[in-house]
């Protein structure tokens, strides 16, 4: 029931209106109730409907992906058969050319002649540079003159000592004999000095960029040139240790270069290093 209190004024004169009946305003609840319960009911029919359309297109999707649509599985047969398996081991290696040396000097001098041109084939003897050799001329010549007279001294002493020469003492013979070899000892010397003013090519190959002029004073060791023997090259690579026992002395090898990568060559493995590297 509702209870509604109206307070109006009613001027002189007016008629008082009648309150609405009790009954008109009960009737009035069920009616919204009803109203409510019918959109609630058609709501809920609504969701099923469509949660049973959904739960009826997954299932239809499902079983048209199912395994009685799927691809056969290819497969193939091979007959087995025994043979050998090639094991390869990749390695990063760095040529090296068959002989390359520095050229140095062994004593101090001026450079007086460079006999080659830089990147020539050179053969094995050559002379390569030439240092002054006058000084050591004048000392050669000296010592040349020394062995003269110690030689002729010596036969001296012998052929009078072999004639029972009493004056002839045996100091005086080993006096002789002591300048002798002196003598070759100092001439040796001044002409292996000579020869080293002649700087020679140790081996045939290609000479480098040299690193000195005519005129240049060298000092002993130091760089002149380098020269490399290109005719075989040689490959240094590392492998790990486990793979030792697979390696051998004279085993084929095939070496791919980044300069051309599309043409391979092949060698023999000649030396395994004994000396395994720790820091690797």
Known sequence: LLNIAFHESIAPGMITPAPPAASSITAMRPAVIARWFVVCLFLTVLGVSFLLLVHRYDKGTSLANGPDTAAPTVVEITPVTVGRVDEIIQAVGTLEANESVMIRPEIAGLVTRVLFIEGQAVQKGMVLIELDDSELQAHMADAEAQLKIARLTYDRMMQL????????????????????????????????????????????????????????????????VNLEDLHTLKIDFKIPETFLNRLSIGQRIEIVTDADPTRSFTGDIYVLDPRVDSSS
Do not use: E, M, W
């Open 161 to 224: 000592t072999g004639n029972q020469n009493p004056f002839v003492s045996d100091q005086q013979i080993d006096q002789a004999i002591s300048n002798l070899g002196t003598a070759k000892a100092n001439y040796a010397l001044y002409r292996t000095r000579l020869a080293k003013t002649r700087i020679q090519a140790p081996f045939a190959g290609y000479v480098g960029i040299r690193r000195i002029s005519p005129g240049d004073y060298v000092q002993i060791g130091q760089d002149l």
